[in-house]
């Protein structure tokens, strides 16, 4: 690896950017991906290879290359340490998710409920500055509370985090938006907010609704068909 291509890569990691290391085989000449100099055939490979998470070598026209894929941790920001909070600890551990619980009120955001779980004490407009969703970042707002899940999800909607998720009926969700919109976020941007949150398996219990929660961003970070939120 070239001292340019080593600080390039260096640089990305850093910045929490997905990329890929492509060597030519058995040539050894390395490229790091995306870049506007590569092959598309190159590119969309490298694509495939960051979305599932796997190196492994693939063949471009007569050409052999192995990818090397740099992704950042897949993160879980979870506004609000109430019981579906609880519930999804242990899935999103399963998943690997890295979790951190943003709720300002010690009594619910406590190491006695959430044992071995990073968290945030801080309103979620300054602890949402400091984590600083990226694109393996999924955002999760439970509280009901305005004061607390609207800057989290205005910061979230800022950001390039690849899910934003928030609980709620839908009447709720409606009133939401129109807070985000007096904040100057367009209808396309609060697209983005998967309201009412969770794939709709008839969820009621904390568990099921966790479940239906973290279902939902497997199927975003995957590129699962899903339909329209109504």
């Known amino acids: 690896m ?21 060597t030519q085989l058995p040539g050894g000449a390395q490229i790091l991906l995306p870049s506007p100099d590569a092959p598309a055939e190159l590119t969309a490979a490298a694509d495939r290879a960051l979305l599932r998470d796997e190196s492994g070598t ?8 192995f990818l090397n894929a740099y992704n950042p941790p897949m993160r879980l920001i979870i506004v609000g340490a109430v019981h579906i909070a609880q519930a999804m600890m242990p899935m999103a551990s399963a998943l690997g998710l890295a979790t951190t619980i943003i709720d300002p009120r010690r009594a619910f955001a406590s190491v006695d409920r959430f044992p071995n779980v990073t968290l945030s004490h801080e309103w979620p407009d300054d602890a949402m500055i400091e984590l600083n969703p990226d694109v393996r970042t999924a955002v999760v707002t439970l509280t009901h509370d305005p004061k607390i899940d609207d800057p989290g999800l205005d910061h979230a909607l800022r950001s390039p985090a690849f899910y934003i998720g928030s609980l709620g009926s839908r ?3 409606a009133r939401r938006l129109d807070r985000l919109r007096a904040l100057g976020h367009s209808d396309e941007t609060l697209a983005r907010i998967r309201g009412p949150v969770g794939l709709n398996i008839h969820a009621v219990t904390a568990p099921e609704i966790a479940l239906s929660i973290l279902a939902e961003i497997v199927a975003v970070r995957r590129n699962a068909p899903l339909p329209a939120k109504g």
């Open 2 to 22: 070239t001292p340019d291509l080593l600080a390039a890569l260096t640089a990305a990691r850093a910045a929490k950017t997905p990329v890929v290391v492509a």
């Open 58 to 65: 693939v063949t471009i026209g007569n050409e052999t290359w």
């Open 171 to 173: 009447r709720t969700h």
